[in-house]
């Protein structure tokens, strides 16, 4: 069964008297596995949050139609096994993290000690342990994203819905929050990650779809497409000169040919992470 | 892990139905919202002030019964006016502030009927006029047992050591003032005046389904209310004119609720007629919130 499945699925917004309308999604086709994580990348106006609109019945399609776990979307019983992060999102500020949960928990229908263990788990899945008393004004835009993430899973669902869930979060929360991911993964959850931060996709996904101008232009599995199936790259560590001039020529006399010879290096992110790792007052800004 | 609120069919398949927990639930939640913030803070405290002032500017009528009157006419008309803005400004923004900060999207994302979101907006708003209706009133009742107590105390000492004749004199202004200070009629009033609230809350919870500007879904309602209230004018004016049969059958007549002057005058208003005010109120909120409903459910969020 498939968590998600999209048939035709369109949407035309209208701009206006006289101004038309203006096609946002065009008969998009898609199939998100159970118990995957499937990237949905495109730039700003693809149509990612439409796709995720619709399917939570947040808006009318014009044409087509989409399916949870093989329920039609416009059903409520859709979203019984659904959890949401909305791009950049905001909570009641006036609520701590711990009545935030509480709230989300008793609109699916929780309550007592269940609902408390609940919480408590959240918490603890998500670093908020120590900020679960403090009023959600006070939360960096990290810590939003991650009490975000965790009413997204008070309901223990099947399938998470996340838009653009790094949005505007500095690389520790945006590491924090990948690491978080690959849990969920590891528990057996359905991811659907709208983002168009490459990189990031790249690290969690199983597979992609892209978006252009509402149209999905790529899909695929993240290996298959990203792998060059023509080149072949080998790390080797303290090679002498004198050696690799003979690995040059081995490769040459086996009729392929040396493309480049570089030093490997590491990402800015990589860098930046192990910079502050290494410090020891730690990394600032976290709970 | 969870107790989601589902039942299973004959064919095992899930099902939500209508919750009046989730409604409840978000009806709490809009009320602690709408408490922290400084507007309705701001209009219950003008409120509470004004009905406190009454008191002292009561000091300036002459007579017992006058004094009484005017403490009455002034917290009367206070409550009905904080409640009426109170009902405007705390239910004009609920659902496009929610739209704004994109809470409604968590929400909705829920396994959570439309319905029971609107509902649990609107009775989040008719527990705040309620609270701040019984806050209004238990400062009006104060004000008049603070108002008896003093004057049967001024009584009490000017006929203090006069005759026999004078005392009983005494005795029965006292008598009078007991039954007309605090009298219970005057719950009639401000029941008909939470109903009107509770109508004026309604529509413009309609206007707030399809307008999110919060200067359109705060004047609008206002501009019913008053067309409303000049309905029994209109109608001595324009009689069966066809726009104005209209008018009619969309506006509500809130003249119907301005019970207050009768009741001050000492006119007695029968719970009859009460019941038929309220339960003319009451019907046209559910109509106007079914309304709502019908375009809450189509809207693109």
Known sequence: MDAIRTEQLTKKYDLGWRKGRLLALDKLNLRVHEGEVYGLLGPNGSGKS????????????????????????????SRLHVGFLPENPYFYRYLTGAETLGFYGKLCGMGGAALKKRIDELLDLVGLVKARDRRLSGYSKGMLQRIGLAQALVHDPKLLLLDEPTAGVDPIGSKDIRDLILRLKGMGKTVL????????????????????????????????LISDQRRLSITVQDLPEAAQARVEEAVRAAGGSVVSIEHPQTTLESLFLDALRKDSRGAGHHD | MTEVAVTASSTSRERVGFSPNRVGVIAVNTLTEAIRQKVFIFLLIIGLVFIAL?????????????????????????????????????TAQLLPSEVENRTIYTILAKPVWRFEFLLGKFFGSLLLLTVSMVAMCMMFGAVLWIKEAGMIRDLSQTYLGQTAADKADAIQQIQQLKTTALDFDLVKAALTDLVKAILVASITLLVSTFSTS????????????????????????????HLFMAVVAIVPDFGLFSIADEINLGNVVPWTHIGEVVVYGLARTVIIVLAAHLIFSRREI
Request: hydrophobic share 50%.
């Open chain 1, 50 to 77: 439409t796709t995720l609109k619709l399917v939570l019945d947040l808006i009318t399609p014009t044409e087509g139609s989409a399916w949870i776990f093989d329920v039609p979307c416009n059903e409520v019983v």
């Open chain 1, 193 to 224: 990650l709208s983002s168009h931060l490459l990189a990031q996709v790249q690290d969690v996904c199983d597979r992609i779809g892209v978006l252009n101008l509402g149209q999905l232009i790529l899909e695929g599995d993240v290996q298959t």
């Open chain 2, 214 to 241: 919060l200067v359109f879904n705060v004047a609008v309602p206002f501009m019913v209310f008053i067309a409303g209230m000049l309905r029994g004018t209109a109608a001595e004016m324009w009689g069966a004119h």
């Open chain 2, 54 to 90: 009454a008191i002292f500017f009561a000091q300036y009528s002459l007579g017992e019964q006058e004094q009484l009157k005017f403490i009455k006419d002034t917290c009367l008309g206070v409550i009905s006016v904080i409640s009426t803005l109170i009902a405007i400004v705390g």
